[in-house]
């Protein structure tokens, strides 16, 4: 009886340890892991209707860091809702919370992206023009 | 290790016990006379349309026969407010049959009665409860009765159901350049010459236009909108700057001619912020909607894209709308 309690803490003592291995988490709580790459790799905008307001696929400059979208006529650009997909780890800042305002296009919204290990930033800048009729 | 045993022992009794089978035994016949009903409609009871149940009413062959039935109703119902002469049961199929057992039947006020022309011991009735004008925004509740030959009576009262405060129309055509004019006030469609008697009553203007590269299409754009309205010669005093958004995926089964299983409620029509919307709406499609708020805010709407016809340069539209005042 006493060897099989021994064993018991023994067991409760190891999986404590192995399940507490600390990991660097950063201020949401996300994994900081050891990538460093940090890019946008997809760039989706939608509509009210929850529908793509593209005309085509957003063209992602990951050197000059800038992406380019042409939406259809008639888009409003008041209440867009915009999705990155970004390298493995990154994360973007601001955080995108809701529909978002790019009607002012003379002063374009820019997005950070930042890599998994959390040393690189890079500021994206999104271009939009309307298709003209 | 005797707790561990003394446990083991206890949870084996309790398993026993937990596990031990009731011998199934037939529903003992009531001897009396008996009724249930059940409220058969889903979404917002909206002024005009009805409110169905279905009621059953039994009573053993022994003791009599069923004679008639009523329904008291808080709130008197519309004047096409009735119960259906049939009783109802479900076949094989699945298909709701109907077998005529009683005559008309008539409305008093605030009760709706009928009286049972055949001798029948088991009924399921169905009644439709106009929602009268009256009611918008109040509740309602429903107490059904039915008596039986040898003088027992019982009843079963249900509700209260909240009436909603919206108005609603189905099917109303639209076409360029004709009945292109959309009063939410009025939920009417105009043409020109309409639009110009009553021109601060227009919310909503349609037009079609096929523009290559462009997706305009069939379009809903507030009076003020004048850059999507291009051709177009508006009365005099037509100029509301109605708010707008575009919804697609919001297929109301109300405006759906029950195609779909959504409603648009009260709530999502007072709670909808429209802070941020635009004043236009273009492409729309089959199965795509509208929230609007008029220029003044006294109403609010949800506009459901029934159809449309490139063609034909037209579409039809319903609407369910709300006074905010």
Known sequence: ?133 | MKKIILLSILGYCFAMVGCQKEEYGLPVLKDALQNDALKRKFGPNIAGQYIDFAYAIAIPATKGKIVSAQVEASIPGGSQTYFDPKSYYTNTGGVDVGVEVAGASVNNGNITSINLTKDTNAVTFRYYYQVPEAAKGQEVSFTFSAKSSNGETVSYKLGPYAISRMDMVRTLPVSDNNLMFISIADMKVYNAVQAAANPEKIDLVYSYKNISGASFNHALVAPSASEYLTGITLPQGVNNDSKLIRVFGLQDRDLSQLQYALYVDDVDLVQKDFSTAPNFALDMKVDYGLWIETADKKYRAYVYINSVNNSGKSAVVSMKRIAMN
């Open chain 1, 1 to 133: 009886m006493k060897y099989f309690r021994i064993m018991l803490m023994l067991i409760l003592l190891v999986t404590t340890f192995t399940a507490c291995k600390k990991y660097p988490i950063d201020e949401d709580d996300l994994l900081i892991t050891t990538r460093k790459e940090c890019y946008v790799s997809n760039f989706e905008l939608l509509g009210s209707d929850y529908v793509t307001v593209r005309t085509k696929t957003a063209e992602i400059d990951t050197v000059a860091q800038t992406i380019a979208v042409e939406v259809k006529y008639g888009t409003d650009l008041k209440n867009l809702y915009p999705q990155f997909s970004l390298a493995q780890d990154c994360k973007l800042d601001p955080k995108i919370t809701g529909w978002t305002d790019f009607s002012n296009l003379a002063n374009p919204k820019k997005y950070t992206v930042i890599s998994g290990d959390r040393t690189i930033r890079k500021e994206y800048t999104i271009n939009i023009t309307v298709k003209p009729l």
